[in-house]
């Protein structure tokens, strides 16, 4: 995609986005061209943010919610977020061998996260429509029903980041990159 349909836009040059645009330099240091060319639509950009803060929110933990992050951005094949969730990963002090198996896309050694990894995939190709024994084996493992519709926000979340860094070719940038 040309870059002049997606360009990396500033303060300046998306008014509309301005405020989630700051919101982001602020927290990250640097605004990253994933969210610069995501505000060529200040409602995708902001809708994008508020959704993040949604689950955020969740009573998911933060690993759990990052395993969904991760496992959605490699099935979707979105290089900028796998940049930013093994950041994230790192940061949080998650497990190495948990940090390769979620970039690989492969089970991972730890059996509470494996299940979350697994019923991500099948509320995914199920679209939403899991059977019993995914719920069972989901809240077999510490989580709730409550969870369960907290990963339907996540997938949301996660697919309108990763297809629209995939739409407008959004590069990994800044101190990003040594996690690619």
């Known amino acids: 995609m040309p870059a002049t349909v997606f360009p990396d836009h500033t303060l300046e040059s998306a008014p509309a986005a301005r405020s989630g645009l700051a ?6 240091g640097f605004l990253p061209s994933a969210a610069a060319r995501m505000a060529t639509s200040p409602e995708a950009l902001s809708g994008f943010l508020r959704m993040n803060a949604l689950f955020e929110a969740t009573t998911l933990d933060r690993l759990s919610r990052e395993v969904l992050s991760m496992t959605m951005a490699t099935r979707n094949g979105c290089h900028v977020c796998v940049a930013v969730h093994t950041g ?3 940061a949080l002090d998650a497990a190495p061998a948990v940090l390769a198996a979620l970039r690989a896309g492969t089970p991972l050694p730890d059996e509470r996260l494996e299940a979350m990894r697994q ?3 099948a509320v995914l190709a199920a679209n939403g429509a899991v059977d019993d024994a995914a719920i069972e084996a989901f809240t077999a493992h510490g989580y709730t029903a409550r969870n369960a519709l907290e990963v339907t926000l996540g997938i ?4 309108l980041s990763t297809f629209a860094n995939r739409m407008t070719g959004a590069p990994v940038d800044g101190p990003l990159a040594r996690f690619a």
């Open 88 to 90: 994230i990963l790192t």
């Open 23 to 28: 919101a982001i330099e602020r927290k990250q």
């Open 119 to 121: 019923f991500v995939l």
């Open 156 to 159: 949301a979340t996660y697919t």
